[in-house]
């Protein structure tokens, strides 16, 4: 069972940084297509971004396009997102959460990913 831990939310001003790291257990880490989603207080929970197992091929949300990046150390089995000029809307629970399957198939849909770590709060003052 992959278990995933993600750290590095906090509160800051809008335009700050921050990065959030996703550990995650698993022989076969390098294999896995990982995702960050975010989930804001009376909202479902979105997409932020993915990034293939080999760290080639990444994808964002349009709302993050430009602002933040997701990386991936498979050494330490870690995927990270810098997140940059940070924005009021960007408060919500941050998730990291492993791709089900090897397709790219609808990868922006939360049911398409499995092994939820527990959130990290990042909250943007305006």
């Known amino acids: 069972q992959v278990q995933i831990v993600e750290s590095g939310g906090g509160l800051v001003q809008a335009g700050a940084s921050l990065r959030l790291s996703c550990a995650a257990s698993?022989?076969?880490?390098?294999?896995?297509?990982m995702g960050w989603f975010r989930q804001a207080p009376g909202k479902e929970r979105e997409f932020v971004a993915a990034?293939?197992?080999?760290?080639?091929?990444?994808f964002y949300a349009d709302s993050v396009k430009g602002r933040f990046t997701i990386s991936r150390d498979n050494a330490k089995n870690t995927v990270y997102l810098q997140m940059n000029t940070l924005k009021p809307e960007d408060t919500a629970v941050y998730y990291c959460?492993?791709?089900?399957?090897?397709?790219?198939?609808?990868?922006?849909?939360?049911?398409?990913?499995?092994?939820w770590g527990q959130g990290t709060q990042v909250t943007v003052s305006s």
């Open positions: 959460a492993r791709r089900k399957t090897y397709t790219l198939v609808n990868y922006f849909l939360a049911d398409g990913y499995t092994n």
């Open positions: 990034i293939s197992g080999s760290g080639d091929s990444t």
């Open positions: 698993g022989r076969t880490f390098s294999t896995y297509f």
